[in-house]
């Protein structure tokens, strides 16, 4: 073929094979990377927070809501004021961002409870930031089922595990009622450290050339766009997948996300955003005319990857134009999937209106790179 | 000649950087197997018009073959026969000897590839450095590095951008003398250069400033064509007589060369005159002498300054 020739291909595949090699930067970046970012960003932005400020409504107090509020204490997630509130002060609490949560006791709650009327707990929570509270949720939905056990034992000499003599928990979330999953960030962060490393590792790759004069060379050789800008890249693909595994290892070992789903779909679906991230980076160094540039448009990619993928902000709360412009990046779909598939356990049929944006996505900037790379110095 | 007896051949080639005309309807022709030398100050012009030739950059306007190929249209058939070596130097310091004559050799497809670089590496004397990284060496070693690179695909077609800037002497002498083989088994060179020793190697030459093609032929050609009578002149003083002297009629230019002076001009008798008024009567000693490739390429630069000042 004219435009494709593999022994050709294969000769670019195997000079950037060699350079990486000895680019100790590169190396390093590809090692320290990702465990730095994660770190960093796993630990500062907290999922699993604690002492959230609660607010408690209360009518009247008893035995029972002493004891429900110290274990919810006990929990270690809820900071509890002593001094009790009235609704419409929680209320203004809840809406200023001063609480996190507002829990109500209905009047008689202690006489409903022991007649076995199932009085109705409300659990007010402020879910503008979900990863902020849904562990503290969780811990809430434990403590409704074991807190007053002990006590009602005592009164009514409960045998039976599943006693009647219970309440209901009923959960509002407030300000974003769809926007809850539990642990968003690691597995939104994978895609987030991809995408860094990819488009920053290749962003200077013809750039570098081109700063050092080998350009000219490469292009006075008999080879074509497309042989280039696929065979450098191939080194970084493997480059990604390691990362890749480093990742996934830091999720399961360190922040004990659980992995529901498949695997090898899980590399597959972060083959493909290394892909469109490669084709990002190689398209941004034949654009750019030195580094500065390149890493100047790099961040330009990388600010709306952050920002508007829903990886910062919940993805259904931003404006329209922010999701329309949202949708077409492929960290976006990424995080979707990813969290579709490690915490849902979502197989193909369920991720892929999710897969077909990042594959379209892709091939389109690949086709702009192939464009953009010139076969002249002009 | 038929196209077929010329390497190159370049009909009224012009290319603009922005408002700048780098290179002003370049018309040139480099036979089969000879070595053409291309002259000129820095910034006149040749790098541009060698990337022309080779398909690295599109002229504005004007049309040109090399080996046959059309240099626009039939761009990867050039790449593909022609060996360039780029002014800088432009192979990847970052991998070692044998990787890069071994990336060149994948690239080109050469055949028995393994075979070749051994070949290649043991002509060099590099065998055993094979493993040192291209960024280690020195200037000359870089050099040979690069023209042998640019050699193996055994090119019919060489272009060559100012090899020997910065190399020493020696290695510079063995340089041509490496030329001259290649050119004697029939493969044509051009060669860009500043070195007046180098320009009386070559088969022919041009000569360019300003982007403009002054001059071409053989250095004897090129010296009739200039028309130039030069006076040598030897005594005591000749720095005072240099300054007197360029103020004169029919002097063109005054150069000094050890401890000689050469006065040259077109208009002979005025030059004559001249001379004998401020040089023959002083106690210096005056004569006509040849005028050298050196004296017409320095009138050659005066005159295009004049032009453009
Ligand atoms: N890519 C370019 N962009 C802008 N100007 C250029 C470029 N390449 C060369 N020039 C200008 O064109 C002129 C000719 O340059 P060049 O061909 O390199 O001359 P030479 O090789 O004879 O020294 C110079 O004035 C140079 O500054
Ligand atoms: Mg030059």
Redesign the interface.
């Known amino acids: 073929m004219?435009y494709f020739?593999l022994?050709?291909w294969?000769?670019?595949v195997?000079?950037e094979f060699?350079?990486i090699r000895?680019?100790r930067l590169t190396l390093g970046m590809i090692g320290a990377l990702p465990i730095i970012q994660l770190t960093l960003f796993g630990f500062a932005i907290n999922t699993d927070p604690k002492h959230l400020k609660t607010d408690i409504v209360l009518a009247e107090q008893s035995e029972f809501t002493r004891s429900f509020i110290s274990a919810l204490r006990n929990t270690g997630y809820f900071d509890i004021e002593d001094a009790l509130s009235s609704q419409s002060e929680a209320d203004a609490a809840l809406a200023s961002g001063r609480a996190q949560f507002v829990i109500s006791f209905p009047n008689g709650f202690s006489a409903q409870l022991l007649k076995d009327q199932k009085p109705k707990v409300l659990v007010e929570v402020d879910a503008t930031d979900p990863t902020t509270t849904a562990n503290a949720l969780s811990a809430l939905n434990k403590v409704a089922q074991s807190a007053l056990k002990r006590d009602l034992n005592h009164v009514v000499h409960v045998v039976d595990s599943n006693s009647p003599y219970s309440y209901e928990l009923m959960i509002h979330k407030r300000y974003n009622p769809e926007g809850i999953t539990q642990y968003n960030i690691i597995p939104g962060l994978m895609g987030v450290i991809l995408s860094m490393t990819m488009v920053m590792m290749t962003s200077l790759s013809i750039t570098r050339e081109r700063e050092?004069?080998?350009l000219?060379?490469l292009?006075?050789?008999?080879?074509?766009a497309l042989e280039v800008i696929s065979g450098k890249i191939i080194p970084y693909i493997i480059v990604g997948l390691i990362q890749c595994t480093t990742i996934l290892l830091f999720a399961k070992l360190l922040f004990r996300v659980p992995f529901e789903g498949n695997m090898l779909t899980v590399y597959a679906v972060s083959l493909l955003l290394i892909l469109a991230n490669l084709m990002v980076g190689i398209t941004i160094s034949a654009l750019a005319r030195n580094q500065l540039q390149a890493m100047q448009m790099t961040f330009f990619y990388f600010l709306p990857s952050i920002l508007l993928s829903g990886f910062m902000f919940p993805f259904f709360g931003m404006p329209k134009w922010a999701q329309i412009i949202g949708n077409v990046l492929p960290l976006t779909h990424f995080n979707r999937v990813i969290r579709g598939i490690l915490l849902k356990g979502n197989g193909w049929v369920e991720i892929f209106p999710n897969v077909w944006p990042i594959m379209l996505f892709a091939l389109t900037v690949m086709l702009l790179g192939v464009f953009f790379y010139k076969?002249?110095?002009? | 000649m038929t196209t077929a007896d010329y390497a190159v051949t370049v009909e009224g080639l012009n290319k603009h950087f922005g408002a700048h005309h780098a290179v002003k309807n370049l018309s040139m022709q480099i036979r089969q197997g000879e070595i053409f030398g291309f002259l000129g100050p820095n910034g006149s012009g040749k790098t541009t018009s060698i990337?022309m030739m080779?398909?690295?950059?599109?002229p504005d306007s004007g049309s040109g073959t090399c080996l046959g190929y059309d240099i626009i249209r039939q761009?990867?058939e050039v790449?593909?026969r022609?060996g360039?070596m780029?002014q800088?130097?432009?192979?990847?310091?970052?991998?070692s000897i044998r990787?890069n004559l071994d990336?060149?050799a994948?690239?080109?497809?050469v055949p028995n590839r393994k075979a070749v670089v051994d070949e290649t590496l043991e002509e060099l004397q590099l065998t055993s450095r094979a493993k040192q990284?291209a960024g280690s060496l020195s200037g000359g070693w870089k050099q040979r590095l690069a023209l042998a690179a640019s050699l193996l695909h055994k090119p019919k077609l060489l272009l060559l951008d100012e090899p020997t800037a910065g190399v020493d002497p020696t290695a510079r002498r063995i340089f041509w003398e490496e030329l001259h083989q290649l050119a004697a088994k029939g493969i044509s060179i051009l060669v860009s250069t500043h070195y007046m020793d180098e320009a009386e190697r070559c088969h022919r030459l041009a000569y360019i400033s300003y982007g403009e093609l002054l001059c071409q032929g053989t250095s004897a050609e090129m010296i009739q064509q200039r028309q130039l009578t030069t006076w040598q002149i030897t005594g005591r003083h000749l720095v005072q007589l240099n300054r007197t002297l360029e103020a004169c009629p029919g002097v063109e230019q005054v150069v000094a060369f050890g401890t000689a002076l050469h006065v040259s001009g077109t208009q002979a008798e005025l030059l004559r005159d001249t001379v004998e008024q401020h040089a023959t009567r002083e106690g210096y000693d005056a004569k006509i002498i040849d005028t050298s490739l050196e004296d017409v390429f320095i009138n050659l630069m005066k005159t295009s300054e004049g032009a453009f000042n």
């Open positions: 004219r020739n022994s050709r294969w000769s670019i195997l000079k060699l350079q000895r680019d050092r004069g080998t000219e060379n292009l006075a050789m008999p080879v074509e076969n002249t110095m002009d | 990337r080779c398909g690295l950059l599109t761009r990867a790449k593909r022609v360039y780029t800088r130097f432009s192979y990847w310091e970052d991998l990787e990336f060149v994948r690239l080109y497809q990284l």
